[in-house]
Structure formats: structure tokens, C-alpha cells
């Protein structure tokens, strides 16, 4: 599953803002890999004042980092069109431009990842992965 940890720095996000950035980063990863939207998971943090710095400088600039932890095996133009789209969402949800949302993905081999007990699957195996799942795991899920 892709998790995706967003940090901001010289910003305050409200308990709404976090959940519509969750929502965007998780509609952006189903749209555009096809995976699953319970697969993605979104953890939220924040530097205090003074702890963020650029070039050796404290930075006073708001700013959002988005670091994607997502399994290997998909095409670049795939990884450029879901980081374009949680781009755009999250700037307009930070009120913030583009130019102060940072985005990272890094692929990790799926035989790499364990979650909910076991192994993941590779791109595209999500349907019969998550058939082999307890009845009573499946029915928890999020829709």
C-alpha cells in the first residue's frame, strides 16, 4: 500500500484541510495507478517554528512535503500524472502555490512490503490479494 506522509512547515492545517488532502491524495493515487482506495494511507505532521531550514537558513515560507512510500512496477508517466494532480489539490487545499508543495515518490519492491499480514501484491494482483483476505478484514475496509 502506498503511504504518504505529508509534513508542513510554517503552517497550521485544520482537522478539514488534513482530511480533504487525504482525500485528494487518496482519489489521486486510485485515479491514476488503479489500486485500491483503502490501499492508501495518509500521515500528517508538522515542524515547529525554527526547525525547518534551506540552504543552511531557517525557513519561514509555509511549504507542504508529500514523501510517497508506493510499489514499484509503474510507468513514469503514471508517477508524474498522480504527483501533477496531488499537486494542484493540496496547493489549493494549503492555500499555498505549487511552488512551495514538495513531492517525493520512492518505489519499493512489492516482496518488500508486508501489510495486513502478508506480502504485497505486484501492480495490477490487488483483486485476487484482497479476495484472500478474511471475510471479517474485507468487511472493515473502507470503500
Known amino acids: 500500500m502506498p503511504t ?3 509534513t508542513v512547515a510554517n503552517l497550521s492545517l485544520s482537522q478539514q484541510e488534513k482530511s480533504q488532502i487525504a482525500e485528494a491524495i487518496t482519489t489521486a493515487h486510485n485515479t491514476q495507478t ?9 500521515l500528517f505532521f508538522s515542524t515547529n517554528e ?3 531550514f534551506v540552504g543552511g537558513r531557517v525557513n519561514t515560507t509555509p511549504q507542504v512535503f508529500v514523501h510517497g512510500l508506493v ?4 510507468s513514469i508517466e503514471i508517477k508524474q500524472a498522480l504527483m501533477s494532480q496531488m499537486l494542484e489539490a493540496i496547493a489549493q487545499i494549503a492555500g499555498i502555490t505549487a511552488e512551495d508543495v514538495w ?5 519499493i519492491p512489492a516482496t518488500q512490503m508486508i501489510e495486513f499480514g502478508r506480502f504485497l501484491p505486484a501492480p495490477g494482483d490487488e483483486a485476487e490479494w484482497e479476495r484472500e483476505m478474511t471475510p471479517e ?4 475496509l473502507p470503500k
Open 4 to 6: 504518504y506522509t505529508v
Open 34 to 42: 488503479g489500486a485500491p482506495r483503502f490501499f492508501a494511507q495518509v
Open 50 to 52: 525554527s526547525e525547518h
Open 71 to 74: 510499489r514499484q512496477g509503474r
Open 103 to 107: 513531492i517525493y515518490l520512492q518505489d
Open 137 to 140: 478484514k474485507r468487511s472493515s
